[in-house]
């Protein structure tokens, strides 16, 4: 017997990410090779018929796990009774805009979502953030859902961070990326984040890391805007893929360190400089039968890694206080 459809959201779907995701969705590399799906895409009024094309071209795949899409621009339709979540729609950063007003245009957002899945959604639904700045967003949409839905269902993506870090130190050591595991993003999808390969091994062997810290951090940091100035696009293949990852381990498990943006409250680097009530990134596993996420404790730092930790937690501090300002016209 073939096991209840998973009904999956993805929002921005008519976006370049959207476009990207979806075909790992339908195809089974999210949720499994045999697990049926129902996807639902929202997108905003401007949007209905490029969405619509999409649609057209979903239904032209013939994917055989795809039971059903639901396109809408009406969130009430969007969010009822999903399972997973791909919050990928959000304000982009334009020329000459503030962090505070970015801030206050994506409030509204995911104020708006995080109240849409408090209406309409499974009480157990997973939530991933994917739109920028998306800790903080995550954090927004958790706020304005937290009647029904727990905060530790809500996540943000900073799995593009590490699949990037894990790339860079991979052709570093001239091993095969599937070798190299233990690479870590603390903190915020932003320019304080810190990657951490000081505990990275491929093949279980610690990897000897022969590049000076400093760049490494700065690529990783920038990977984003090398793109852009690349492709002249944002990096929308990559950012599905890790977003397909993310859900992925989410839904399946892992033992392996996979660096997710949580709610850091009761985790155990407080003495770090980690606060309670942040959507931080730490090194955390899934545990298969229950798909509850664990923040892996005792990951060994010195006090440059310290201090990075410390920053990037500051900086997400700043946003959620900014954040909360402007949730009172939200």
């Not at 905003?44 to 795949?61: A, F, S, Y």
């Not at 390969?197 to 400093?214: C, I, M, V």
């Not at 090398?226 to 993310?246: F, G, T």
Request: a neutral charge; charged letters at 20%; proline letters at 6%.
């Amino acid at each position: 017997m073939a096991p209840e459809p998973v009904r999956v959201l993805i929002t921005g779907a008519a976006g370049q990410i959207g476009y990207s995701l979806i075909p790992l969705v339908c195809k089974g590399d999210v949720f499994g090779p045999a697990q049926p799906v129902i996807l639902h895409l929202l997108d905003i009024p401007p949007m209905k018929g490029v969405l619509d094309g999409v649609v057209m071209e979903i239904n032209d795949c013939a994917y055989p796990l795809l039971l059903d899409t639901v396109a809408t621009v009406d969130e009430a339709e969007a969010f009822r009774n999903i399972d997973a979540a791909f919050l990928v729609g959000s304000m982009p950063r334009r020329e000459g805009m503030e962090r505070k007003d970015l801030l206050a245009a994506n409030v509204k957002i995911f104020a708006s979502q995080g109240r849409a899945l408090a209406a309409h959604s499974k009480p157990s639904v997973k939530v991933l953030v994917v739109g920028n700045p998306a800790n903080t967003n995550a954090l927004i949409a958790s706020y304005f859902a937290k009647d029904k839905i727990p905060a530790r269902n809500f996540t943000a993506m900073t799995r593009l961070d590490q699949n990037r870090a894990t790339a860079l130190l991979a052709r570093e050591n001239q091993v095969p990326v599937a070798s190299v595991e233990k690479v870590v993003i603390w903190g915020n999808h932003s320019s304080t984040q810190f990657p951490d390969a000081s505990n990275a091994t491929a093949n279980g062997a610690k990897l000897a890391f022969s590049g000076h810290k400093e760049d490494f951090i700065s690529t990783v940091q920038k990977r984003g805007a090398a793109v852009i100035a690349a492709r002249k696009l944002s990096s929308a293949m990559s950012a599905a893929k890790a977003a397909a990852d993310h859900m992925r381990d989410w839904f399946q498990g892992t033992d392996k360190w996979v660096s997710m943006g949580v709610i850091s409250d009761g985790n155990p680097y407080a003495g770090a400089g980690v606060p309670d009530g942040l959507i931080f990134s730490f090194p955390c596993t899934v545990d298969p039968a229950t798909k509850e996420w664990a923040i892996v404790p005792g990951v060994a730092f010195d006090d440059f890694a310290a201090k990075r930790i410390a920053a990037t937690a500051q900086e997400l501090s700043e946003e959620r206080g900014e954040a909360q300002a402007a949730t009172a016209n939200a």
